[in-house]
Antibody, heavy 123, light 107 residues
Framework: QVQLQESGPGLVKPSQTLSLTCTVS??????????WSWIRQHPGKGLEWIGY???????YYNPSLKSRVTISVDTSKNQFSLKLSSVTAADTAVYYC???????????????WGQGTLVTVSS | DIQMTQSPSSLSASVGDRVTITCRAS??????LNWYQQKPGKAPKLLIY???SLQSGVPSRFSGSGSGTDFTLTISSLQPEDFATYYC?????????FGQGTKLEIK
């Protein structure tokens, strides 16, 4: 059974960089047919797609965040990471990592999610 | 960017009711449409992918239909555990985008 688990600081100061890691277990991050995503949810609000990465390193980011976002993958640790720079209070949210499934070249949605981690931006 | 609009934003229904939630895309997305269920304090759960394919383990009372710009999620007979917020999401192009959500509440 595939499991994803987010980790990282729950409190980040304004103007600093938010850094989160998603550890994948029960499957290899290097397997073809999958992409590895970050999504966030502001308190009481809907879901916002941040971006995703393939194991090859190809990345796709939300243009609204693109200038501040970096997603990377570490296949040796079976992890992928999110960095969001120059954070403000508006970046306070629950951050989720998720696996996107494109097995057999069919887009099958994001089928496994981490439990989410609340990151608060405050001094 | 593709905008996704769900209706209604909230819905009250009773156990046993048949419920339909609508999602409209701002341009054609073929069948690249997914539905998620989210309960308070939990991660979203994939219900339907590719507009009408039921994710493994999801009860058959959930079904999806549509293509192009108009899609529906139907719950044939509401169960107590179905009261949650539902999101559609397009996977046709980046940036991926979600609908604003439909909160399904007990009447």
């Amino acid at each position: 059974q595939v499991q994803l688990q987010e980790s990282g600081p729950g409190l980040v100061k304004p103007s600093q960089t938010l850094s989160l890691t998603c550890t994948v277990s029960g499957g290899s991050i290097s397997s073809g047919g999958y992409y590895w995503s970050w999504i966030r949810q502001h308190p009481g609000k809907g879901l916002e797609w941040i971006g995703y990465i393939y194991y090859s390193g190809s990345t796709y980011y939300n243009p609204s965040l693109k200038s501040r976002v970096t997603i990377s993958v570490d296949t040796s640790k079976n992890q992928f990471s999110l960095k969001l720079s120059s954070v403000t209070a508006a970046d306070t949210a629950v951050y989720y990592c998720a696996r996107g499934n494109t097995y057999y070249n069919v887009e099958r949605g994001m089928d496994y999610w981490g439990q989410g981690t609340l990151v608060t931006v405050s001094s | 960017d593709i905008q996704m609009t769900q209706s209604p934003s909230s819905l009250s229904a009773s156990v046993g009711d048949r419920v339909t939630i609508t999602c409209r895309a701002s341009q054609s997305i073929s069948s690249y449409l997914n539905w998620y269920q989210q309960k308070p304090g939990k991660a979203p759960k994939l219900l339907i992918y590719a507009a009408s394919s039921l994710q493994s383990g999801v009860p058959s009372r959930f079904s999806g239909s549509g293509s192009g710009t108009d899609f529906t999620l139907t719950i044939s007979s509401l169960q107590p555990e179905d009261f949650a917020t539902y999101y559609c999401q397009q996977s046709y192009s980046t940036p991926r985008s979600f609908g604003q959500g439909t909160k399904l509440e007990i009447k």
